[in-house]
């Protein structure tokens, strides 16, 4: 058991449907489960700005061990919430 990872109750967006992705032509791609230290990682990237350029998702996918498209993703929803919640 990892400390960081269960210490705080997760975020809706981090429960998983399925942790694996589909393979295959017209197969949805599943919900990516993040973990609290890559939500943290996230939310704060976010916070300094809310549109990523092709080098920083690239830095960031390089560090946190993610796709590219799945932080692009990641932004994209979260900036759907933001405006959600205004």
């Not at 975020?11 to 942790?19: D, G, L």
């Not at 295959?24 to 943290?40: H, I």
């Not at 990682?41 to 796709?67: C, I, K, W």
Request: glycine letters at 8%; proline letters at 5%; hydrophobic letters at 30%.
């Amino acid at each position: 058991s990892h400390p960081s990872l269960g210490a705080e109750r997760p975020a809706p967006e981090a429960t998983p449907e399925c942790s694996e992705e589909t393979g295959g032509r017209g197969g949805r791609r599943l919900r990516t489960a993040f973990s609290a230290e890559q939500l943290s990682t996230l939310e704060s990237s976010f916070q300094r700005q809310q549109y990523l350029g092709a080098a920083e998702r690239r830095r960031l996918a390089g560090r946190m061990r993610l796709s590219e498209v799945q932080i692009k993703t990641w932004f994209q929803n979260r900036r759907m919430k933001l405006k959600r919640q205004l």
